[in-house]
């Protein structure tokens, strides 16, 4: 990422492309390192999550079938009811260690390459070696994503609302109306939203705003450049979508084709989705510094290596705390 903060306000939707690519492949063996520590753990804990969430449903729902053909009261009935209580059980803990991981390495993940980016952009000299440093701790980042999930509820009711318009019972002309309204609001809220968590989730790392304030500043930042983010995020979610759609394709339903196949499929997909998962935070964080200097906010380098640096030492002392706490 060689352009000044001043030019960085005429980069456009190419040109962001251009210097994420630019910004990993110049810094390539840093990346690389993030990557294998990190973000490959991140990739293989939700692929893992896909394969034995499709395994969980295939035998809940084989169960429940041989439920139904089962006289009801009879021992094989009860046993068989029992069997898909505790699978359900099984199931929601698995549910439970999966999000508890993917949140620690999302976090953990992103402030390292949102960190690095920024980095390369103070004076390409600053090498990121504790990549694996947070911002301010879980408790504001609890606050962040609660925040985000109170909108991302809001928004799947509306989308529910555009699911039930399909069957309205006056006419099928009033419905379908009514359901091309509530796609359009629909998608363009969910559209807004992401690109407004996404932005937040880098202000939450380089500036002092986190949780509700965070997501205020991300709103204000992306005025003027909402077009080249809309169009950006969902690039890159197709993008995402697409080796998501091969992997339940080709390796959880590829029943037709044999093992070998199937564990060379996933390594791909595994690759793939590292690094789309990779090239998206890098972006993301450029398009901080677009906003940045297209609303001519000057970016206080120094102050902004204090605040890491800060953010380093209190995370230590949380970290000497909480073993003193377990010895």
Same mark, same amino acid.
């Given at each position: 990422?060689?352009?000044?903060q001043?030019e960085?306000?005429?980069?456009?939707?190419?040109?962001?492309?251009?210097?994420?690519?630019?910004?990993?492949?110049?810094?390539?063996?840093?990346?690389t390192?993030?990557?294998?520590?990190?973000?490959?753990?991140?990739?293989?804990i939700?692929?893992?999550?896909?394969?034995?969430?499709?395994?969980?449903?295939?035998?809940?729902i084989?169960?429940?079938?041989?439920?139904?053909?089962?006289?009801?009261?009879t021992?094989?009935y009860?046993?068989l %009811?029992d069997?898909?209580?505790? +699978?359900? /059980? !099984?199931? @929601?803990?698995?549910?439970?260690?999966?999000?508890? #991981?993917?949140?620690?390495?999302?976090?953990?993940?992103?402030?390292?390459v949102?960190?690095?980016v920024?980095?390369?952009?103070?004076?390409?000299?600053?090498?990121?070696?504790?990549?694996?440093?947070?911002s301010?701790?879980?408790?504001?980042?609890?606050?962040?994503?609660?925040?985000?999930?109170?909108?991302?509820?809001?928004?799947?009711?509306?989308?529910?609302?555009?699911?039930?318009?399909?069957?309205?019972?006056?006419?099928?002309?009033?419905?379908?109306?009514?359901?091309?309204?509530?796609a359009?609001v629909?998608?363009?809220?969910?559209?807004?939203?992401?690109?407004?968590?996404?932005?937040? %989730?880098v202000?939450?790392?380089? +500036?002092e /705003? !986190?949780? @509700?304030?965070?997501?205020?500043?991300?709103?204000? #930042?992306?005025?003027?450049?909402?077009?080249v983010?809309?169009?950006i995020?969902?690039?890159?979610g197709?993008a995402?979508?697409?080796?998501?759609f091969a992997?339940?394709?080709?390796?959880?339903?590829?029943?037709?084709?044999?093992?070998?196949?199937?564990?060379?499929y996933?390594?791909?997909?595994?690759?793939?989705?590292?690094?789309?998962?990779?090239?998206?935070?890098?972006?993301?964080?450029v398009?901080?510094?677009?906003?940045?200097?297209?609303?001519?906010?000057?970016?206080?380098?120094?102050?902004?290596?204090d605040?890491?640096?800060?953010?380093?030492?209190?995370?230590?002392?949380?970290?000497?705390?909480?073993?003193?706490?377990?010895?």
């Open positions: 990422m060689d352009k000044e001043e960085m306000q005429f980069v456009g939707c190419f040109g962001i492309f251009v210097e994420s690519y630019r910004a990993i492949f110049a810094w390539r063996k840093i990346f390192k993030i990557t294998l520590s990190l973000i490959l753990p991140l990739s293989f939700y692929l893992v999550h896909m394969e034995v969430s499709n395994l969980f449903f295939r035998t809940i084989y169960d429940e079938i041989e439920l139904h053909r089962t006289r009801s009261g021992a094989r009860e046993k %009811s069997l898909i209580s505790d +699978e359900w /059980a !099984y199931f @929601f803990l698995f549910k439970a260690a999966y999000f508890t #991981l993917y949140f620690i390495f999302s976090l953990i993940s992103s402030a390292a949102v960190y690095t920024a980095c390369i952009h103070r004076s390409g000299t600053q090498l990121q070696r504790r990549h694996q440093r947070r301010q701790g879980v408790e504001a980042a609890d606050g962040y994503f609660l925040k985000h999930f109170h909108r991302h509820v809001s928004v799947q009711r509306l989308g529910r609302l555009v699911h039930f318009s399909r069957f309205d019972r006056r006419g099928k002309r009033f419905g379908f109306g009514l359901f091309v309204i509530f359009a629909y998608v363009v809220g969910f559209l807004y939203l992401t690109v407004i968590w996404h932005l937040a %989730s202000v939450s790392v380089l +500036e /705003a !986190y949780g @509700f304030n965070a997501m205020v500043k991300g709103k204000n #930042l992306i005025k003027g450049n909402t077009l983010a809309v169009v995020f969902p690039v890159l197709m995402g979508g697409g080796v998501q992997f339940q394709r080709l390796v959880l339903q590829g029943n037709n084709s044999g093992m070998g196949a199937r564990v060379v996933a390594i791909i997909c595994l690759f793939l989705h590292s690094m789309l998962s990779l090239f998206g935070l890098v972006i993301q964080t398009i901080y510094f677009v906003c940045k200097s297209y609303h001519h906010e000057n970016i206080d380098k120094s102050a902004l290596s605040h890491w640096m800060l953010t380093w030492e209190s995370m230590l002392r949380c970290w000497k705390m909480c073993s003193v706490r377990a010895v």
